[in-house]
């Protein structure tokens, strides 16, 4: 399971979870990672789209932690529904809506936690940061980092 922050632009268009220019970049790294998205059930904390629009553009805004914990009551259904053995998360929000509580990705990634029932979660960026870092070499970095979480996610869900 892969819970992201919420929709974005074109995923609010669409209905559909990662599908805008950040959902390319994970298709392309579960690719690499050797994950199947069609095997993965894909959602977000947030079920809204929350933007300010700027003319004919429509720009993100982060929900607030209000927010992640009114929509947590439908992610834990979801989490009921599909019982998940793995749940990965990128970005505090979705960390936040998983397990309720406020932490930093940095000290949580490259590590396996254990949620109650179970469940195991991993920590990564949201790949919508690969989009914006303007350091190319930083990028690649990051990006190489992001495909080895993924890795990682797959051989604990083997």
Do not use: Y
Not at 50 to 59: A, D, M, Q, S, V
Not at 98 to 114: C, D, F, L, N, Q
């Amino acid at each position: 399971m892969r819970v992201g922050e919420q929709p974005g632009d074109q995923e609010d268009l669409q209905g559909r979870p990662f599908v805008g220019p950040a959902g390319q970049v994970l298709n392309e790294a579960l690719e690499e990672a050797g994950l199947d998205r069609t095997r993965l059930f894909l959602t977000n904390a947030v079920k809204h789209f929350k933007f300010e629009p700027r003319g004919k553009r429509r720009l993100h805004q982060n929900p607030t932690t209000g927010e992640i914990d009114m929509c947590r009551r439908w992610l834990d259904k979801e989490r009921a529904f599909v019982q998940p053995d793995l749940i990965v998360t990128p970005r505090t929000s979705a960390l936040r809506g998983v397990t309720g509580k406020s932490a930093s990705i940095t000290s949580m990634r490259g590590t396996v936690h254990e949620l109650e029932g179970g469940t195991k979660l991993i920590a990564t960026i949201h790949p919508s940061i690969l989009l914006r870092l303007p350091d190319r070499e930083r990028a690649a970095k990051e990006r190489d980092m992001f495909v080895a979480d993924l890795a990682f996610a797959r051989k604990l869900a083997a």
